[in-house]
Nanobody
């Protein structure tokens, strides 16, 4: 059973920083890719950033230069360092992990329960 547990959310003033953590119940080497998504009230869930098993990263344009995704393989944890936070960054942040199915082009996606980020202006 794959479990992803996010932590680190909270209330921060605009311009502040938070670091989110996503701890996996299995070795993160087993995932092709891990990422952070967010969903604000009334909006669709959107990709914030992802990191591949090889360490390649990708960011949404809205967070480039402010957010950094990283991974600690020994701790089976992926992080999202968020700096210069804006009120528009407020949302529930979800961790997602994608695991390929051997001998196919298919994959399974696993989600965490989410962590709330609130940014006051």
């Amino acid at each position: 059973q794959v479990q992803l547990v996010e932590s680190g959310g909270g209330l921060v003033q605009a311009g502040g920083s938070l670091r989110l953590s996503c701890a996996a119940s299995i070795s993160i080497f087993r995932f092709n890719r891990m990422g952070w998504y967010r969903q604000a009230p009334g909006k669709q869930r959107e990709l914030v950033a992802h990191i591949t098993s090889g360490g390649s990263t990708n960011y949404a344009d809205s967070v480039k230069g402010r957010f950094t995704i990283s991974r600690d393989n020994a701790k089976n944890t992926v992080y999202l360092q968020m700096n210069s936070l804006k009120p528009g960054d407020a949302a529930v942040y979800y961790c997602k992990a994608r695991m390929g199915i051997i001998a196919t082009t298919l994959a399974n996606d696993y989600w965490g329960q989410g962590t709330q980020v609130t940014v006051s202006s």
